[in-house]
């Protein structure tokens, strides 16, 4: 056989789309999801609950995440311990979270035992004990959560960060589970009553993902069909607005390193800017060479990273700079990071675009080549009330971003003389070149 001279030729992969779930709904209101991943033999579940945050009390913030934690800690089936057992029998783990759009259920297991996995996890949301034991031991992990936050100079940032931009009547000025005074005051009645109210199917939406067999609608039918509450009404989630800039100095007296936010309020996926921000924020600050950390970490020496992460919510956003400095070169570090946010005198360059759009597209089959990937990303579209279709338009629109849009989209959202800065580190140290800067300070003890 003669052998050919020329090489293969190498064309583009094939375009990429995320999955498109089969959907049904349950007579009861609640909506199933599904998407066959052949192959991934260990399913990945969640069960979303669209209950914002904003319905807490305000004297009970925090209800709604000792609610969700402790959901798995007995039911009338199963009381107490024997719940955990039955869950460890079938290789099932159980895990959630409360957040600001809505509270969640996730749970993987072995796809061949999908059907009794999904028979407890409608248990725990239907029939938990909600014993005042459990519900006490919760409130005192949360309370030590609140305090190590509180002693972590990175979270105090993030957190005090969120405070400043985000006006205070709303809730997602706040942390997701509520704090040290508010939890305290949480009781055994406040669980059961939110329960009671919340977590009901027309509020809820189960998505599985794995290698299936087709079976696993009639198994959620079987578990969560003849499920009823007789609590009613629908509440709105909050529209939170940003607020004037302001300069933020959380003092952490002899502190030799001060953690940085710098950014403002931003917007949320169902803006036309989106794929614009998206390429722009991974230009200045989403990638190792990237201008923030070329400048900042490289040139500089200032810090191990400083990235620009933009974080969407439901509605709005949050886009920060972050970064660890040591003390004495924050003032200068800052003043880099805010000459480096104006594109005015610098664009985003054409180069850069290709690039993030690469990057950005080219990992999404990595990222979502799991049930657990898929689940994920479904679970947050859903809680932030996106169809799951945005996926593929936003890759789509990634193409379209110009070197122009992505430039415009620092200009209007991150203007250097609308910043908000937060700093924690050593008030004696920084609150006198900040203001020589020309920042607003206002120092804050740090509890």
């Not at 064309?11 to 609640?30: E, H, I, Q, V």
């Amino acid at each position: 056989m003669r052998r050919s001279d020329q090489r293969p030729e190498v064309k583009a992969p094939p375009r990429w789309r995320f999955p498109d779930p089969a959907r049904l709904w349950l007579d009861n209101g609640m909506e199933l999801m599904a998407c066959h991943r052949e192959g991934q033999h260990v399913a990945a579940v969640s069960l979303v609950f669209d209950v914002p945050l904003n319905v807490e009390g305000v004297d009970i913030e925090g209800v709604a995440t000792i609610t969700q934690r402790c959901l798995d800690e007995g039911t009338r089936t199963h009381p107490g311990t024997a719940f955990a057992e039955r869950l460890e029998d079938i290789g099932a783990v159980l895990g959630g979270s409360a957040g600001y759009a809505g509270s969640e259920l996730s749970l993987e297991v072995p796809a061949d035992r999908l059907g009794e996995s999904l028979a407890l996890l409608a248990e725990a949301v239907r029939e938990p004990e909600l014993a005042a034991d459990d519900v006490a031991r919760h409130r005192t992990l949360r309370l030590a959560e609140i305090e190590q936050a509180m002693a972590n100079s990175a979270h105090r940032a993030a957190i005090g960060f969120r405070s400043a931009v985000i006006g205070g009547r709303y809730r997602a000025s706040r942390m997701p589970g509520g704090e040290a005074r508010t939890v305290a005051a949480v009781t055994t009645e406040d669980v059961v009553a939110f329960h009671g109210r919340h977590y009901r199917p027309d509020a809820a939406t189960l998505i599985i993902s794995g290698d299936l067999t087709g079976q696993e609608f009639g198994q959620a039918a079987t578990a969560f069909g003849d499920w009823a509450n007789p609590a009613e009404g629908y509440f709105s989630h909050e529209v939170p607005q940003g607020v004037a800039p302001r300069c933020l100095l959380i003092d952490r007296p002899g502190a030799i390193q001060a953690d940085v936010r710098l950014g403002s309020f931003g917007i949320d996926r169902g803006d036309p800017r989106w794929a614009d921000l998206q390429v722009a924020t991974h230009a200045l600050g989403g990638a190792f060479l990237s201008r923030l950390n070329k400048v900042l970490r490289e040139e500089k020496g200032f810090t191990y990273g400083a990235h620009l992460v933009n974080s969407p919510m439901r509605d709005g956003g949050l886009i920060a700079v972050q970064g660890s400095f040591r003390t004495e070169v924050v003032p200068e570090a800052v003043g880099l990071a805010r000459g480096l946010l104006d594109l005015s005198s610098r664009p985003i360059t054409g180069p850069e675009v290709a690039a993030a759009v690469s990057y950005t597209n080219g990992v999404a089959p990595l990222r979502y080549s799991t049930a657990q990937g898929i689940t994920d990303r479904i679970s947050a579209l859903v809680r932030d009330g996106v169809n799951v279709e945005f996926v593929n338009a936003n890759f789509q629109a990634l193409t379209l971003v110009t070197p122009e849009s992505a430039t415009q989209s620092i200009l209007e959202l991150l203007p250097p003389d609308r910043l908000t800065l937060v700093v924690v580190g050593d008030a004696a140290a920084l609150e006198a070149p900040l203001a020589a800067d020309g920042w607003p300070v206002e120092v804050v003890s740090a509890p």
